[in-house]
């Protein structure tokens, strides 16, 4: 079987398996979910049984309930985050690559500026003066990512406005909107389209670890972080309640990095090393 | 050369400045009333009125800048809101806890996943290749509380080897201190490595690409003394900002670790400050990790013009 | 070892060599090389001559396969050898001159430290003696200062210089056989006579058997005794150098033999009288940052004619055509179209002016958008100048294709799957859609092969004949200006030395530059480069 007319290799069918499969549940978490989200159902990290598939957390509700309810929060947070990323991220590269010198300098070096504070840490400042509502949370990291999203859409048009179609449409007389839309837009897709993978993976660590210090996503609401902060302390008791949503987050990312693995692979070339010597 | 290098110099110096006004500005000015967003909505405006004035927020904001800027200048980081310490004293012994950490965790990430990485170029496609392109894809998916858990569950709790908590004090040993962080920097190293890792392959294969190694294989030179005179002296400079680039990495992985471990760092602090919305410590931290993190790159960036032959040797 | 001339070499049978995609590059292809001959091989891009070159030192490149065929040197069945003994034959027996020296040399070493570097790995002589023998070579290739010329970096040279350090790294280790892969070809031709001479008396002096690689056969045909003709990884014809040039007996070759003969000859272009000037640029002159790239020139081009612009690489040819266009903006003089000055920026013209000078340029793969079909592409410039219905659009397509010579169902197709030549007609016909009255051509032929780029030729003149277009061909080819310019400037150093109609340039009195130009230029027959060289000393 092909899709978009290559042929995905093993590891990426399974990385494709993976990302629907997440995708279903979260999408579906009513439905399969056993238990509801947030209700106390046994007691405090009960063993694995036929009740409780993955035993319970802290509190007593349960953990495979929970962590399908949680696909949804982590996942969805992680996915707009990145989307917004790449809007903002994509139109401000492009603007600086095309729209000449000027734009370019200022937009390059306020990125160049935000770039030198370690984006964790630029996260934490902020959510230490806004607090972390989800909107905020969203708003934030988006605004942050883009700056990386900035920096490839950049390189990727600045090598596509010299090629002589760009100068063409230039010759023409077309304006910037047309050149940034029709010409420059469907040749950056494929290079942005494996780095939107990547971006998201990095979101969505991202998005876990900041649930996890308690700065992320906030209770009620279920998510994967947040999940491994509340059960941490069952690991010194030799319980592996941490490790399930730390294992879901982990598959995700894993998922997501086959399939764009698969991608870069297509485009790429074999080097000189591997000549027939 | 030396002009290109204090050129640079001045641009990280720049850099750091720009940093500490954007840093001042997203606490400072963004919020607007940042003494209501602490005290919450029900503060009477008596006591906002006060707790303003104690926070210096009835001054314009170039003038609170300017103080802050010039008091960091002299090492003066400002006094903690919530439990009114002085900042300095508290952060310069987690300061060195955090470098000692992070400097624990590069002494061995840095050197074996440059070779790993080296070796994995080099044998292209091979199985050793495929081996530790899907090691380092599964480490570099993973995050990292996942890999601390893993490794306290094993190496703390069913065998006792290591301890679970990093709680060190000032007047530990060195041995006692490398046993007891032990857990936190190797799950820093194994963060790390996998990003260094394929960074380190992908600059060198980039590298082995270059039609003088073809030339070179050409030359009849073994694959050693091919890999040895002619890719690695090219490939210095894009691993030196790979190193850079992954211990600036470092830095910011520290502040999970540390709160997973319990380590008495500068990243706990932070996180510490967030929670308790503590602004002047959250900036105090915020610009430490920035300093150091543009303190990196400058040095980087530094060491690859001095490799670079066009900029040693000018026409 | 014996010296006996006739002994054979170096010898390839039933050579094949494939792509791991399954594609065959060199398809059964046998040659022999006897000591102290030179075999050219020559053919167009994509006829497997730098895959055989490179299959003889048993090396392939990443992607592809040997995967059939014997590689004997002096006898010896180098093919079966472990991957020890092949490296210890590369060099030694058997040395590579690749055609980008720029590329070819390691950056971070002197130059010195890389032409040793082959006879002291080899174990063959000291570091002293090794040194000995590269200034030796470094003399006898000509190189200035020879006895410091290799404490220099790659960098600090020019690239005639490099590629002749490239030489004497090959001549390093003394070795039998020489494979000489386009050596000359990234040079100007004022630099490929020089080169050319000093391999050719390399190759003499040392009684070198080499393969010399090229795509023109005029230079081939200065150093082979014998050539051989590929086409599609295929041996097409051998012979000795002479037969080869007078008489083919291949139709592929005779083509490619008659092609290139037309260039020596001036084409009788009758100087028609002109029609006033369409585009002029009056005492224009452009710098990019300090560099003056052109200098107060003044040219112009008329409907109907054909103005070539000549000039080395750097010469500023290529900026006047930015010039005049409005891509760079001028400091001096000014651009006028029919009489009427235009503003100096691109962005303060007005369609109409945009839409009466077109521009093709050199690489026809990156003047056209991958992702767009050929009938948008072609069809933007009708919407967009004319404000046509889409109906109307699709039928001016079609018509243009026609025009260019292409298949009308071409406008629901993507122009990655076309060839170069077949590219290169897109770009006129988007020129042509626009109905100008100037297109400037930006060396429209040199990116393609030989018999392409003569039909691309054959197009625009007929073209000319019948739409009436008046073209600016910038070009380093004096083959192409003697063939279609009826006016000829040639440019040196951001001016215009010499002018006028193409009969008065390329009759005496000359300027002494156009004189050494044309005098550079390969000519089709065996004792042209010893004769040129006999002149000048």
């Known amino acids: ?277 | 050369m030396l002009k290109t290098i204090a050129i640079r110099i001045v641009l990280g110096i720049i850099t750091l400045w720009a940093v500490s006004v954007l840093i001042f500005a997203a606490t400072e000015v963004l919020p607007g009333d940042v003494a209501s967003a602490i005290l919450g909505q029900g503060a009477t405006p008596e006591t906002l009125a006060v707790f303003r004035h104690e926070l210096g927020l009835d001054r314009p904001a170039y003038v609170r800048y300017l103080e802050w800027f010039f008091n960091a200048l002299h090492g003066d980081l400002g006094i903690a809101m919530t439990n009114k310490r002085v900042i300095v004293e508290v952060i310069t012994p987690r300061f060195m806890n955090t470098l000692f950490l992070a400097g624990y965790a590069a002494l061995i990430a840095v050197p074996t996943s440059v070779v790993l990485g080296i070796i994995a170029a080099i044998n292209e496609g091979k199985f050793i290749d495929r081996f530790v392109n899907i090691l380092s894809l599964m480490t570099i998916s993973v995050p990292e509380f996942f890999i601390a858990y893993v490794l306290i569950l094993y190496l703390a709790v069913q065998f006792e080897i290591f301890p679970s908590l990093s709680t060190v004090f000032p007047e530990m040993g060195f041995a006692e201190k490398i046993y007891t962080t032990a857990l936190p920097a190797f799950t820093l190293t194994m963060l790390v490595m996998a990003h260094m890792l394929r960074m380190t392959r992908t600059s060198v294969l980039s590298i082995m690409s270059q039609p003088y190694i073809e030339m070179a294989f050409l030359k009849g030179l073994t694959r050693s003394q091919v890999i040895v005179r002619h890719a690695l002296p090219n490939a210095a400079a894009p691993i030196i900002s790979v190193i850079a680039l992954n211990l600036a990495y470092l830095i910011v992985g520290v502040v999970v670790i540390e709160v997973v471990f319990v380590y008495p760092g500068v990243g706990q602090f932070m996180v510490d400050g967030v929670t308790k919305r503590d602004l002047p410590v959250v900036q105090a931290c915020g610009l430490i990790f920035a300093g150091a993190f543009v303190g990196l790159n400058t040095v980087a960036d530094v060491l690859a013009i001095m490799v670079n032959p066009r900029l040693r040797h000018p026409r | 070892m014996t010296r006996d001339m006739n002994e054979t070499i170096l010898k390839l049978t039933d050579l094949r060599v494939e792509a791991l995609s399954g594609a065959v590059l060199v398809d059964n292809v046998s040659l022999e090389l006897k000591r102290g001959e030179v075999m050219g091989l020559i053919g167009e891009s994509g006829a497997g001559k730098s895959t055989i070159g490179l299959a003889s030192m048993v090396y392939a490149r990443a992607g592809c396969r040997i995967t059939g065929g014997k590689i004997e040197i002096q006898g010896e069945d180098v093919r079966v050898l472990d991957a020890e003994g092949r490296r210890e034959r590369r060099g030694q027996r058997i040395a590579y001159i690749a055609q980008s020296a720029a590329a070819s040399f390691n950056p971070a070493h002197r130059l010195m430290d890389q032409v040793t570097e082959m006879p002291i790995s080899h174990g063959l002589m000291t570091e002293a003696e090794a040194q000995a023998w590269a200034l030796e070579l470094f003399r006898a290739l000509d190189l200035p200062n020879p006895d410091t010329f290799g404490n220099r970096y790659p960098h600090q040279v020019s690239g005639g210089q490099l590629q002749r350090a490239m030489a004497a790294m090959a001549m390093s280790c003394r070795p039998d056989i020489l494979v000489l892969d386009e050596p000359t070809t990234a040079l100007d031709v004022t630099t490929q006579i020089e080169v050319l001479a000093l391999l050719k008396k390399l190759i003499r002096d040392y009684n070198m058997a080499a393969l010399y690689i090229s795509h023109d056969l005029a230079v081939v045909a200065q150093v082979a005794d014998r050539v051989m003709v590929l086409r599609h990884g295929k041996m097409v014809e051998l012979g000795e150098t002479g037969q080869i040039l007078l008489e083919p007996h291949m139709d592929y070759t005779k083509a490619l033999v008659a092609e290139r003969k037309a260039a020596d000859k001036l084409a009788m272009i009758a100087t028609t009288t002109r029609e006033k000037p369409v585009l002029e640029g009056v005492d224009v002159t452009g710098i990019y940052g300090t560099f003056k790239a052109v200098k107060h020139v003044s040219i112009s081009v008329a409907r109907g004619e054909t103005v070539a612009v000549v000039g080395e690489s750097g010469s500023g040819k290529s900026s006047l055509a930015r010039l005049l266009v409005g891509l760079l903006p001028c400091v001096t003089g000014e651009v006028k179209l029919h009489g009427e000055v235009l503003p100096p920026s691109l962005k303060d013209r007005n369609r109409d002016t945009l839409r009466k000078v077109q521009l093709i340029y050199q690489q026809p793969d990156v003047a056209l958008n991958p992702r767009q079909t050929i009938g948008e592409i072609i069809g933007r410039p009708v919407e967009f100048y004319f404000n046509r219905s889409p109906s109307e659009v699709k039928a001016r397509v079609a018509e243009l294709l026609r025009l260019v010579g292409l298949p009308e169902d071409y406008a629901g197709r993507l122009s990655t799957a076309l060839s170069g030549g077949q590219k290169q007609r897109i770009c006129i016909a988007r020129a042509l859609a626009a109905e100008p009255d100037i297109i400037i051509c930006d060396e429209p032929t040199s990116a393609l092969d030989q018999l392409v780029a003569d039909e691309i030729l054959k197009l625009l003149k007929q073209l000319q004949d019948t739409l009436g277009v008046g073209y600016l061909f910038i070009t380093h080819d004096l083959g192409i200006v003697r063939r279609i310019a009826h006016r000829t400037a040639v440019m040196l150093q951001g001016e215009i030395i010499a002018q006028g109609p193409t009969a008065d340039i390329f009759a005496p009195p000359f300027h002494p530059y156009t004189e050494k130009l044309l005098s550079s230029v390969p000519e089709m027959r065996t004792d042209w480069l010893d004769e040129v060289l006999a002149k000048r000393a």
């Open chain 1, 1 to 277: 079987m092909k899709l978009f007319g290559y042929k995905p290799t093993s590891t990426a069918w399974l990385g494709l398996a993976i990302i629907t499969l997440f995708i279903l549940v979260a999408v579906f978490a009513d439905v399969i979910a056993p238990y509801s989200e947030s209700e106390s159902v046994g007691q405090t990290w009960d063993d694995p049984s036929w009740d409780f598939l993955l035993g319970t957390d802290n509190i007593g509700r349960d953990m495979l309930s929970r962590l399908i309810f949680g696909a949804r929060m982590t996942i969805g947070v992680a996915l707009v985050t990145t989307v917004l990323s790449f809007l903002i991220g994509t139109t401000a590269g492009f603007l600086a690559a095309v729209g000449g010198t000027a734009i370019d300098q200022i937009l390059s070096r306020i990125v160049d500026v935000m770039l030198s504070i370690p984006l964790l840490i630029f996260a934490l400042i902020i959510l230490s003066v806004f607090g972390s509502s989800i909107m905020t949370l969203i708003l934030t990291l988006a605004v942050l990512d883009s700056t990386r999203v900035f920096r490839l859409a950049r390189a990727v048009a600045t090598n596509l406005v010299v090629m002589e179609y760009v100068e063409a449409a230039k010759l023409r007389g077309e304006g910037l909107w047309w050149i940034m839309r029709r010409e420059i837009l469907p040749n950056a897709l494929p290079p942005m389209i494996s780095e939107f993978g990547l971006r998201f993976c990095f979101n969505f660590l991202f998005v876990a670890s900041l649930s996890f210090l308690g700065l992320g996503i906030q209770p009620p609401y279920a998510d994967w972080g947040g999940m491994v902060r509340d059960n941490g302390k069952a690991i010194s008791f030799g319980l592996p309640a941490p490790l399930w949503p730390a294992l879901a987050i982990a598959m995700m990312t894993v998922g997501v990095n086959l399939v764009v693995d698969w991608i870069l692979s297509i485009n790429s070339r074999p080097s000189g090393a591997s000549a027939e010597m």
